[in-house]
């Protein structure tokens, strides 16, 4: 998610590999330069059906599925991807985006390969760096992904991702403090993803500065109101404080009714926690039935949730 600051220099590489090509496929680099996704995904759709073979406009009909923000367009974008690199092993960013795939896939170690390859194939491309350290963070090797993140930063002082897989990466090592610098160091930037924000804020929240922390994940919500993150972590916030039908209207917004999440880890642990929190704002109401099958909920979705069964058992 939080490449996004990158766009503007892919979309250039995709500029220039339409030059040469037919107009639907100049048509689909420009409509997609300008973010207009659904007209570029229509010309790069035709330039194929004209010509499949062109490996410029597989990468950018990748790039246009990913641009929809769709969980369920993820394998399409992969395939397009994988058919770019198939016909064009050169195209630099067609095998980033398909790294950037898995990673949010969580295959981290085919990300790591990529990557690799990548910069064998052009060295020190501060992109490819940064994402490789966040690869290497996900293998267990949080000092690796700060090494790497800070070449990255050496090539491009202006790489916000890197300040923020440098902090996820301090996270790990238990250095909040200095997590704390570089997520603030990122929302200097005009490039902010809803993940800065949030991480920030759980760490205002650890510290005992709970305004700032809910104020954090208002700002993650005004740039994406649709992710149920930000209305998680400030469920979060309103149980600590006892707030819990501030907690319940949160959590109506993580988890609306009617709303399904995909059949991922990641979903699967987030609605986990969603249940948790829906728990413990009923227990604070003394609704024991619906703070039970709350929790019930989370431990159906994570077995291993040792503090919803306890939570279940204390009930009186």
């Not at 929809?68 to 960013?93: F, R």
């Not at 992710?227 to 979060?236: C, F, H, K, M, V």
């Not at 609306?256 to 991922?264: E, F, N, R, Y």
């Not at 024991?288 to 291993?304: F, G, M, T, V």
Request: charged share 25%; proline share 5%; hydrophobic share 45%.
């Amino acid at each position: 998610m939080v490449i996004a600051t990158i766009a503007s220099a892919i979309f250039l590489a995709g500029a220039l590999y339409a030059q040469s090509a037919p107009a639907q496929l100049k048509s689909g680099s420009d409509h997609l330069q300008r973010g207009e996704v659904a007209q570029a995904i229509g010309d790069l759709k035709a330039a194929l059906a004209a010509d499949p073979r062109y490996a410029a406009a597989h990468m950018l009909l990748g790039q246009a599925y990913l641009a929809q923000h769709s969980v369920g367009m993820v394998a399409e974008a992969k395939a397009e991807l994988q058919q770019a690199l198939n016909l064009d092993p050169d195209l630099l960013w067609a095998r980033f985006y398909l790294a950037k795939i898995y990673v949010d896939l969580g295959r981290y170690d085919k990300a790591k390969e990529e990557l690799e390859r990548g910069l064998r194939q052009r060295p020190n491309v501060p992109h490819f760096l940064s994402l490789l350290g966040e690869a290497n963070r996900k293998l267990g090797k949080p000092e690796v992904s700060i090494e790497l993140n800070r070449k990255a930063l050496a090539a491009d002082p202006a790489m916000t991702p890197a300040h923020y897989y440098i902090a996820l990466a301090y996270l790990d090592l238990k250095k909040d403090d200095e997590a704390i610098h570089e997520l603030e160091s990122c929302l200097q930037s005009k490039y902010v993803a809803p993940e800065m924000y949030l991480t920030l804020s759980s760490l205002y929240a650890r510290k005992q500065r709970p305004a700032e922390a809910e104020e954090l994940c208002r700002k993650a919500i005004a740039l994406d109101a649709t992710r149920p993150e930000a209305y998680l972590s400030l469920a979060q916030l309103y149980n600590a404080r006892a707030a819990s039908d501030q907690a319940l209207a949160a959590l109506r917004l993580a988890l609306p009714d009617g709303k399904s999440l995909p059949a991922t880890a990641y979903y699967q642990q987030l609605q986990a926690d969603i249940f948790f929190e829906l728990g413990r704002a009923y227990q604070a109401k003394r609704m024991k039935p619906q703070a039970i099958e709350a929790y019930s909920r989370s431990l159906q979705l994570d077995p291993n949730r040792a503090d919803a069964r306890r939570r279940i058992e204390s009930l009186p």
